[in-house]
């Protein structure tokens, strides 16, 4: 399993910005996988932003509720994390994550096989 995460850059608080994640894989379907969006600040540990589940059903942490959206193209095979109302302390390093047939532990990191190399958000005040 491939996991290539676009779309980061630098915008202004109250932005927007849509990062993509492409996964590439042989023998299975894009649509047997969960599919999560991880965090990192500097400094900080990784934490849970949003998921996806392979049976449908979305997940967000508190701190972005309402504000970033997760949404999958099967046919793409691609997962989408579109963010509004960006805040300064929305930068990261946004990684995207696969979970292959999972039971829905989303929040957690060791649910996921499978990582992407990440993609840099920077919001600026």
């Known amino acids: 399993v491939q996991l290539q995460a676009s779309g980061g850059g630098l915008v202004q608080a109250g932005g927007s910005l849509r990062l993509s994640c492409t996964l590439s894989?042989?023998?299975?379907?894009?649509?047997?996988?969960?599919m999560g969006w991880f965090r990192q600040g500097s400094g900080k540990e990784r934490h849970f932003v949003a998921a996806?589940?392979?049976?449908?059903?979305?997940f967000y942490s508190d701190s972005v509720n309402g504000r970033f959206t997760i949404s999958r193209d099967n046919a793409k095979n691609t997962v989408y994390l579109q963010m509004n109302s960006l805040r300064p302390e929305d930068t990261a390093i946004y990684y995207c994550?696969?979970?292959?047939?999972?039971?829905?532990?989303?929040?957690?990191?060791?649910?996921?096989?499978?990582w992407g190399q990440g993609t840099l958000v920077t919001v600026s005040s």
């Open positions: 994550a696969a979970d292959y047939r999972g039971e829905g532990r989303y929040y957690y990191r060791d649910q996921y096989e499978d």
């Open positions: 894989v042989t023998g299975r379907a894009f649509s047997d996988f969960g």
């Open positions: 996806i589940g392979w049976k449908g059903g979305t």
